[in-house]
């Protein structure tokens, strides 16, 4: 099913968001033909930008009763094709529904629309003393709404989990233009909290998010960044065994390999300290005192230089943290301009198993001469793989990436794991999801998707057909 708007149907559109937020000409709706998947477009039949619940309302009954698709668009930041319309129809922008509509600090609690920026949100909440921690590298750019969407994750999740944990309530309009309300400023809730995790990681094809209730923490008194080279990755596995069998959980255990850190310089014009090891290992440390953070840093240093570490680089001051985390913010550009990456993949397995995941998908990368560079949450076993075309023809790569990618993903269910750790199944990787979930879960969700949008408009396509 796929209906071109004809152009009454366009005229109401722009009777409810008004002509300066409706684009039907391409050049005008180009920047919401993509998300930042690689190589993945599609043409849209018009793009509306509301600003309010009423204007999602009215647009998604028209859409439900003239059978027309709708795909919900937040930053514009995902990476398995979930904002990109396929098959044409209304792609429906959240940017400017961007209010922080209310900071509880007596509950901690962040009440926000869902175009709302996630680093917006973050520094708001740092003013009254208070931390969101979910920090995705597109922080700046990627929305809360989007966040809820594809259930992301981030570089903090060791410490302090992923987005579903912070999700208290919600409002949606569900595909017929009704509107549901669930949760609130609750820290338990054993009434609707049901609703909230079904919508929580569903891309889009269940209704569009409007507005989103957050649990926020403490932000943290005293915080340190280690950066750690080693020349293998072995040692590294065993060096954060030992960190957790020492009941310290650190806030960051990112990983960068020697490819990755190459293009980063290259792309910074900047060079990192050994940039010629193997592997650089992240530590960020959150602690109550300077006193403790010493502590736990030390005892993970020495840890680190037992397991065969080249060296350990402390960065104490906010200056320097933040030169360190702009290098990580920074790699998927780094690896599309420079390394002109083919697919970033960011399969999960078990903490255990990150070495056998990654001397598994160098081999995969040797036998079919497909470069690949390493990144990612080593502390919650989520690794991004990166397929890369370097300087080689696109002819020639398109003909290796699909056996890389099947390879990889059976490599990763091999060792216990999924297909993905934050970046949702979307449409690049839906070809892919009957190898990690069995065909019940896959009818489950279809007749859940039935249920909640029986003419199917909500973003098709993505997850599951």
């Not at 990192?272 to 840093?297: C, G, M, T, W």
């Not at 680190?304 to 290098?327: H, M, Y």
């Not at 056998?356 to 390493?374: D, N, Q």
Request: contains cysteine; aromatic residues 6%; hydrophobic residues 40%.
């Amino acid at each position: 099913m796929r209906k071109k708007l004809g152009e009454n149907i366009v005229k109401q559109l722009e009777e409810i968001v008004g002509k300066n937020n409706t684009f039907t000409i391409a050049s005008d709706m180009e920047a919401y033909t993509h998300d930042e998947t690689p190589g993945l477009r599609g043409t849209p039949d018009a793009v509306v930008r509301v600003q309010n619940r009423e204007q999602i309302v009215e647009i998604l009954k028209l859409a439900n009763s003239e059978r027309i698709f709708v795909i919900p668009r937040g930053g514009g930041t995902g990476l398995s094709g979930g904002a990109v319309p396929m098959y044409g129809g209304i792609v429906l922008s959240l940017e400017k529904m961007n209010r922080i509509l209310d900071i509880d600090t007596r509950n901690y609690m962040a009440v926000v629309e869902a175009g709302t920026i996630n680093g917006n949100l973050q520094r708001e909440v740092e003013k009254y003393e208070l931390f969101y921690p979910i920090n995705p590298a597109s922080m700046d750019s990627c929305t809360i709404g989007g966040n809820v969407a594809e259930a992301a994750g981030g570089a903090n999740a060791v410490r302090y989990g992923t987005t579903k944990d912070y999700v208290t309530g919600m409002e949606v309009v569900l595909p017929t233009g009704e509107v549901v309300r669930a949760g609130g400023k609750l820290m338990k809730n054993a009434t609707d909290d049901g609703f909230i995790r079904l919508l929580l990681g569903s891309e889009g094809t269940f209704g569009v998010l409007t507005e989103i209730t957050m649990r926020l923490i403490p932000k943290p008194a005293a915080t340190l960044v280690l950066v750690i080279p080693f020349h293998s990755i072995a040692p590294i596995s065993e060096a954060v065994a030992r960190i957790f069998a020492k009941k310290i959980i650190p806030t960051m255990l990112e990983l960068m390999d020697n490819k990755t850190i190459q293009v980063c310089e290259g792309y910074l014009s900047t060079e990192i300290p050994y940039h010629q090891a193997a592997f650089h290992l992240l530590v960020r440390l959150d602690e109550e005192s300077n006193e403790n953070l010493e502590k736990v840093a030390e005892i993970i240093g020495e840890i680190c230089l037992e397991a065969g570490a080249l060296e350990v680089l402390v960065a104490a001051d906010t200056q320097r943290q933040e030169e360190i985390w702009k290098i990580r913010r920074s790699i998927h550009d780094a690896l599309v301009h420079k390394a002109s990456l083919l697919a970033d993949e960011d399969v999960v397995v078990p903490r255990n198993e990150i070495t056998r995941l990654i001397l598994g998908t160098t081999e995969i990368s040797k036998r079919l001469s497909l470069p690949v560079a390493f990144f990612g949450h080593l502390g919650d076993g989520n690794i991004h793989v990166n397929f890369l075309r370097e300087d080689r023809s696109i002819a020639e790569v398109e003909k290796l990436l699909p056996a890389a990618l099947l390879e990889l993903f059976q490599l990763t269910i091999g060792l216990e794991g999924k297909i993905s750790g934050e970046h949702g199944v979307g449409f690049f990787k839906k070809p892919y999801l009957h190898l990690s979930v069995d065909e019940g879960y896959i009818s489950i969700l279809r007749r859940i998707k039935k249920a909640l949008d029986p003419s199917g408009i909500m973003n098709p396509g993505k997850i599951i057909d």
